[in-house]
């Protein structure tokens, strides 16, 4: 079967470092993702990843061990606005249009 | 600045009404998704399409169908709309190959 798994909610002091973790199955496996959404908004890009290992964009970077099934997310230097939810998703290889598969999102919280 | 444009923010439809979710996009993509979004539950796939007049079932595609005669137009279609299809539709498109999704802004459909 198809699972994406990630915490529900998470809280985090302003200024600090927080990591949102994910494990996936799914049938195949071509990139995974990450989304951030702010609440009433659609989803936004924020990092790929296909290849294992860290990938950095800024105060964002995401890892990748495809032979754990495993990623995550790591946010440095947290702002109020990075209170949202971020979502983690799955490229299968199982059809030609590139399905993604989407975890539930875990629901970021930061206080001042 | 490449768009996802979903025709409607807000809509409200009674029991029974034939509903129209239209989407445009204007970055001649090949790959387009409708998903909706429920608290809990995440984005859920109901259709996708990888060309014009192609399409293909996601995972949750009764009740619903959909339409692509022109590249940049994917059309959902509830045939008759009921309660438990309240929720937050999402339109999205992505390239052939690599790459992530961009997505529209959403409509929240509201069945009474």
């Known amino acids: 079967g198809q699972n994406i798994d990630q915490p529900t909610e998470m809280t985090a002091t302003e200024g600090a470092i927080v990591q949102i973790n994910c494990t996936y199955q799914?049938?195949?496996?071509?990139?995974l993702f990450w989304y951030q959404q702010h609440a009433g908004e659609a989803p936004t890009f924020l990092s790929y990843?296909?290849?294992?290992g860290l990938e950095e964009k800024g105060r964002f970077s995401s890892f990748l061990s495809r032979s754990k099934g495993y990623s995550y997310l790591l946010l440095k230097e947290l702002q109020m606005k990075d209170s949202a939810s971020y979502l983690c998703a799955v490229r299968d290889t199982y059809s030609s249009a590139s399905k993604i598969i989407f975890g539930s999102g875990t629901r970021l919280s930061i206080r001042p | 600045d490449v768009k996802v444009t979903q025709s409607s923010r807000y809509l409200v439809k009674r029991t029974g009404e034939k509903v129209f979710l239209e989407c445009v996009q204007d970055m001649d993509h090949e790959n387009m998704f409708w998903y909706r979004q429920d608290p809990g539950l995440g984005l859920r796939l109901i259709y996708f399409?990888?060309?014009?007049?192609?399409?293909e079932k996601g995972d949750i595609p009764e009740g619903y169908s959909v339409s692509r005669e022109k590249k940049e137009r994917f059309s959902l279609i509830l045939e008759s709309a009921s309660t438990n299809q309240t929720s937050m539709y999402l339109c999205?498109?992505?390239?052939?190959?690599?790459?992530?999704?961009?997505f529209g802004s959403g409509t929240r459909l509201t069945v009474v």
């Open positions: 799914t049938s195949g496996f071509n990139g």
């Open positions: 999205a498109s992505s390239p052939l190959g690599p790459g992530g999704y961009t």
């Open positions: 399409s990888y060309d014009v007049k192609m399409k």
């Open positions: 990843n296909v290849l294992d």
